[in-house]
């Protein structure tokens, strides 16, 4: 029988997003833009430690998807904003839960990671 994604080229849908959003970034941008839209200097400042020219390719990423749109503005100098899309928001509630989970069980992981004698690489791209 046919995997009924086959079609769009990923057989299997929970790794094709999470392929996607699971990265360094991606879930910290869908989280900022919860609130509110920014701009992408606005956007630079909220995430703090993220490269512009990774957090440009992580926002084309998240926009490709359908997560977020873009909209320019005819203005002098020109504005653009990002902002979730209809898609991005029903994200939100998962999104949530996972940062919920995250905060509950960090402190087991870590403790887990030390006693194992592992050191977590941090990818500082």
């Not at 869908?30 to 490269?51: M, P, Q, V």
Request: glycine share 4%.
């Amino acid at each position: 029988m046919a995997n009924k994604y086959a079609q769009y080229g990923h057989p299997c849908p929970i790794r094709d997003v999470l392929d996607r959003i699971g990265d360094q970034w991606s879930l910290l941008i869908l989280e900022s833009l919860a609130t509110k839209a920014f701009r992408f200097n606005e956007l630079h400042r909220e995430i703090g430690d993220i490269s512009r020219q990774m957090l440009t390719v992580t926002l084309k990423r998240l926009e490709f998807d359908g997560y977020i749109s873009r909209t320019v503005f005819a203005e002098v100098p020109t504005r653009v904003e990002y902002r979730l899309t209809t898609l991005g928001e029903s994200f939100l509630y998962p999104l949530q839960q996972l940062v919920q989970w995250a905060d509950r069980h960090h402190e087991a992981i870590c403790y887990s990671r030390k006693a194992n004698g592992a050191t977590p690489v941090i990818d500082q791209s």
